[in-house]
């Protein structure tokens, strides 16, 4: 049986390469958007609307909705929360649909949209264990697409990637081809014990401990906190599992 | 006393964000134009005169030089030998002016030609000591340019990049902040102690070894085989060492 194809795309910019010839395509912005998106929903929200323009977020704002936006790690100011996974855990969002805009994440996601996958989920090392699972009963080509930092390489998210790949890879029904790929494995192999001092040089951790934000980061390296596995569903994440 | 940067850019695609903050360019195609290169500056070459086109490189030949040419790692038909370095070492080359158009590595050293850079200079495994002794010793900012694979990602050269990196920070005098440099310094940490098993899944491998090319290979990833360092000058690569 022919094995099925699992890669990881860097940045955004590159991903023109990778467009429609994967099924399933994996967002990962692990810090934070995607690691926000996922405890979002393992809170209860019940759908977040990602858009990538802070237009298109003061829009759904006028229109009475609760909007989050974030840019170069700050709160966007006049919007009532950034991409802080800490701030998705709140009892008043349970229930309710969220509009999210960030600096990577949310773009990323919107690059995926213009594809044609079957499949555009959320990844994130918080939801790792449960996407991992999902990924391999569904047996199709995956695309890892990571949202890098202003269509910059990151570390984190190539990590998280890796980590996606390395699993799909160790069930022998999956294989990689692109050296992005195989780099993304290695480097995942190399951090998987301790992601935290692995990334204390990483320029994103370094932006965001500058920000005081050490707790979100503490947060989104912690992996396997919850099975959700959101899915993109004519513009909107949503739960199907 | 603050530190010099040195940085790795994984493609010549994501070059324009390193371009013109850098004093010292290092080209590196380590499979194999770069390596090449190196190998008939050891060999006794004079000049290797870099074109990025096959177009410019007929003109040459037009003129009676000496002219390799390669494209997708074979010989271009028609042209005097292709980028294995082996091709370098006849002593029919002694002393010869040669002229090199590849399918990435010449199209990398135009591109950092057209940078305001002080030096240009080629890198590869096989001159890597000395190359990184010559580096300490200018104390200048670096960004070593990886040809990769038609604008994507490869393992060899992140590898080449990683080492003189490394090599320069633990001398305590340079520093990294991109997060593409310390990846490509943790693949080279990984790699350093078994390249050719590191790197035996990797794209370009399995592609040179297709073309059966495994002792070009070898040659490529032995390093510190030369003390050449040939520098761009005035279009054409010398050496000034």
């Not at 998705?88 to 999210?100: H, I, N, S, T």
Request: proline share 2%; hydrophobic share 35%.
């Amino acid at each position: 049986m022919e094995k099925k194809i699992v890669e990881v795309c860097f940045t955004p910019k590159e991903f023109d390469y990778f467009r429609d010839r994967f099924e399933i395509i994996v967002v990962i912005d692990v810090l934070r958007a995607t690691s926000a998106i996922c405890s979002a929903f393992n809170n209860g929200v019940k759908s977040v609307i990602p858009v990538a323009t802070i237009e298109q977020a003061q829009e759904y704002q006028k229109q009475g909705y609760l909007v989050g936006a974030e840019r170069n790690g700050e709160i966007v100011e006049g919007f009532d929360f950034g991409n802080s996974p800490y701030s998705y855990m709140k009892e008043e969002l349970k229930g309710q649909e969220v509009v999210l805009s960030t600096t990577n994440g949310t773009r990323a996601i919107e690059i995926a949209a213009q594809s044609n996958a079957e499949h555009i989920v959320i990844g994130s090392l918080i939801n790792l264990k449960s996407l991992v699972d999902w990924l391999i009963e569904q047996n199709k080509n995956v695309v890892c697409l990571c949202s890098g930092w202003k269509d910059k390489f990151n570390l984190e998210d190539t990590i998280c990637g890796g980590a996606i790949a390395d699993e799909l890879i160790a069930t022998g029904k999956f294989t990689s081809n692109e050296d992005a790929s195989i780099a993304a494995k290695y480097l995942y192999q190399s951090s998987k014990e301790n992601y935290f001092g692995f990334l204390k040089s990483s320029s994103h951790r370094r932006r965001l401990k500058r920000l005081n934000l050490n707790e979100d980061i503490k947060y989104c390296l912690n992996p396997n906190q919850t099975d959700v596995i959101p899915q993109l569903e004519n513009g909107k994440l949503i739960l199907k599992n």
